[in-house]
């Protein structure tokens, strides 16, 4: 929770999101008013009329059933950790593991937030965490207010899934 | 909205919200479970022992709570009342708690014998009976 998934969708969605708030009763856990508990749901306009479909998931454990829904049909994950968490190594964990589908098929691109304020763990020690699983998937920081940063992660994302493809050809 | 956490309205309010559930339950055989939870997935009160089941429905009632109410605001139907799972055997309400801003949710498993009208007459007196038990500053 509060990794900004919902900013990161509402910073380049072509159209008005759809937003699954509900009041945040876990105020230990992330200091926000509200936190998503459905679905967030945004879409990017491509080339030749084509859209591609943002969901965002709720990222507290509770909703993992959610995680699988969602995972229905897409095509990869981005995978948004806030870095001034106490053990964002934890977090991710926890995700590669319920994405693993798309990790085994190199569908996967991580975004570190919150870098500025909270430098450490550095961008090297998340490869180095990714080494130690035998896993390469690029990481990035980012600036989830800023939609540049977040087209920047979707095009690695498109780029990883052209290349998963042609190798599966 | 809440300014109170799931500890604080398990500790100020639980016992009432029992009690309630309790009566619902006892108001009708067909009536298999009541829970309150939060808008966010936190279970308040059940009319069994809190366990593992319990805790992962009020994540699934919030998320379909939110859900019903995107519907609703896409459909401008107003504001969002509640949402009704039907299966083979018995149905899901689900319903907002009137006074509380849709942030407290009232979920009522029964089975398939109960009439629809009967459960959702019972819900709704439920749902106003619960929401006098709770104060205004929730």
Redesign the interface.
Known sequence: MGAGKTTAISAVSGIKMVKTEAANTDRGLFNKATTTVGFDYGEVGLDAGHVLRLYGTPGQRRFSFLWKIVAKGAIGVIILVDNSRPDPFDDLGIYLDNFKQFVDIGGVVIGVGRTDSNPQPSIDDYYQFLAQRDLILPVFAVDVRKSEDVLMVLDVLFNMLEVSDAESV | ??T???AQ?REEYGQALREELELLAAANGNILAAQVC?????EVASTRRTDESH??L???V??????G??VVE?SDLGSYRNLIVEGSEGRCLMMAIPGT???MLLTVIASAQLVFGILLVLCRNSCQAISARLSTTV
């Open positions: 909205m809440i109170k956490n799931t309205l939060t808008s966010d997935g936190f805790r992962r009020a994540a699934m919030s998320s379909m709570q939110a859900l109410a995107a896409e801003d849709g942030d």
